[in-house]
Antibody, heavy 119, light 106 residues
């Protein structure tokens, strides 16, 4: 069965870089048409799509955050990664990684990791 | 960005039928998906591509629509369906979510 779990720093200060890891099982990012999508939920904007990394290493970013986002993967170890540079308080929220395909949307979600940006 | 508009809240009694609507500011073909989020939990996929039931989801849930107008229907509603329901489109860039409809079971 598919399972995903996010891990991150919990708390960080403004202007720092947020690094998140998604560890998953039950699928491989080496399989065609599979992707890991990143979504966050904030009090200000609700659910917000951030980025996707695909099985072929293609990447897609929300243009509103494009310049701040980096996604990568470690297919052998079933992990995906998200980095957001220069965070501020508006980046406070719960961050989810998901299994996504073109057809099914965000089919499976991790439990989420709470990130708080505070000085 | 494609704006998805949902009514903020609905209240229904168990056993009734409820329809939750989602209107897109521009066409999304059939690439509309529906999620259920219970308090303190992550969202869960219910319906993908407008009308396809996700794995393990009860047949009480169904979806319809294309273009700009979509509907999630629950029939019959059960007490456990208390949750917020979100629509999400994956046709236009960037992918966007609705603000959610909070369903209360009376």
């Amino acid at each position: 069965q598919v399972s995903l779990k996010e891990s991150g720093p919990g708390i960080l200060q403004p202007f720092q870089t947020l690094s998140l890891t998604c560890s998953f099982s039950g699928f491989s990012l080496g399989t065609s048409n599979m992707g890991v999508g990143w979504i966050r939920q904030t009090s200000g904007k609700g659910l917000e799509y951030l980025a996707t990394i695909w099985w072929d290493d293609d990447k897609y970013f929300n243009p509103s955050l494009n310049s701040r986002l980096t996604v990568s993967k470690d297919t052998s170890n079933n992990q995906a990664f998200l980095k957001i540079t220069s965070v501020d308080t508006a980046d406070t929220g719960t961050y989810y990684c998901t299994l996504t395909t073109v057809v099914t949307g965000f089919a499976y979600w991790g439990q989420g990791t709470l990130v708080t940006v505070s000085s | 960005d494609t704006v998805l508009t949902q009514s903020p809240a609905l209240a229904v009694s168990p056993g009734e039928r409820v329809s939750i609507s989602c209107r897109a500011s521009e066409g999304v073909n059939s690439y509309m998906h529906w999620y259920q989020q219970k308090p303190g939990q992550q969202p869960k996929l219910l319906i993908y591509k407008a009308s396809n039931l996700a794995s393990g989801v009860p047949a009480r849930f169904s979806g319809s629509g294309s273009g700009t107008d979509f509907t999630l229907t629950i029939d019959p509603v059960e007490a456990d369906d208390t949750a917020t329901y979100f629509c999400q489109q994956s046709w236009n860039d960037p992918f966007t979510f609705g603000s959610g409809t909070k369903l209360e079971i009376k």
